[in-house]
């Protein structure tokens, strides 16, 4: 399946919409930390926890981290989300942040999560009256994080409709298959979400694909969401196929587990399956 022939109009279309996300260097937002890793315990020994990279975003320690059965094998993905990094971002802030964080090498060796990035939102984006209200975005990422951030729109191959989840889809023109350079590709939304229903959106997941390929998982929430302190759990969007050679882990829920003690979220994928 191919890109709708613009005329050469996909990254006009793009801007327009208010799609293209400048990516803001993790300076701007506070130092960065050393990346903690932590061995995996010896296969059998019991459960264990591999940490990924630590990083400061606005202020406030940022981590990601995975937990390993006692064979060793990936049962749950979580990152941190402190509420002193909602609430530090400046006021005046116009510009979209993107900062990316590193992995544990036991989730991309077993998983299809490759990378990580969090991302906000202060304008939103598009569709207008569904995305443009402030909200954080998580990019987890299918495909490595250099290949990622360097998508230019130029291969214009999508997978088929009938790769997708149940639900989602192509948006109709003239939203459908505009690719965005360097955040993901092209979009695929729920379309019995609420905010594609007349209702504002809230928190949501999309996809992201790119030259015939899963690019990303993409869970948002708005900034009210967020700051209204409520756990909240939603199921994670999986691709019947990802048309590989071999099978790998996908993740099919998401829980969002609010902390009044450290006034902080914990998100977490898990119910992981075997996708191929």
């Not at 998401?254 to 399956?273: C, E, G, I, N």
Request: proline share 8%.
């Amino acid at each position: 399946m191919k890109l709708r022939k613009t005329t050469g109009l996909l990254m006009f279309a793009a801007l327009a919409l208010g799609c293209v996300h400048n990516r803001v260097r993790t300076a701007d937002a506070g130092e960065d930390d050393a990346g903690v890793f932590i061995e995996a315990g010896v296969e059998g020994s019991g459960p264990s926890r591999v940490n990924g990279e630590t990083k400061v975003l606005f202020g406030t320690q940022v981590t990601n981290y995975v937990d390993l059965d006692a064979n060793g094998v990936v049962t749950a993905f979580s990152w941190t989300m402190p509420l002193a990094t909602v609430s530090g971002v400046p006021e005046t802030t116009t510009a979209d942040f993107v900062a990316a964080v590193g992995v544990p090498e036991a989730l991309t060796k077993q998983t299809v999560v490759l990378g990580l990035d969090y991302s906000f939102l202060p304008k939103g984006h598009a569709p207008p009256g569904v995305y443009d209200i402030p909200h954080w975005e998580w990019h987890i990422f299918g495909m490595p994080e250099p290949v990622f951030e360097t998508i230019d729109c130029s291969n214009e191959n999508v997978p088929s409709q009938d790769d997708l989840p149940s639900n989602y889809v192509y948006l109709p023109y003239p939203f459908v298959l505009v690719c965005v350079p360097r955040q993901g590709g092209v979009h695929v939304y729920d379309q019995t979400a609420p905010e594609f229903n007349r209702e504002r959106f809230t928190k949501a997941f999309a996809l992201t694909v790119y030259a015939g390929q899963f690019a990303s998982i993409e869970p948002k929430v708005s900034r009210d969401v967020l700051l209204a302190r409520k756990s909240f759990s939603m199921p994670a969007p999986v691709m019947k196929t990802l048309r590989r050679s071999t099978p790998t882990l996908y993740p099919s829920k998401l829980d969002a587990v609010y902390d009044q003690a450290s006034d902080a979220y914990t998100f977490t994928l898990s119910a992981f399956k075997s996708v191929q």
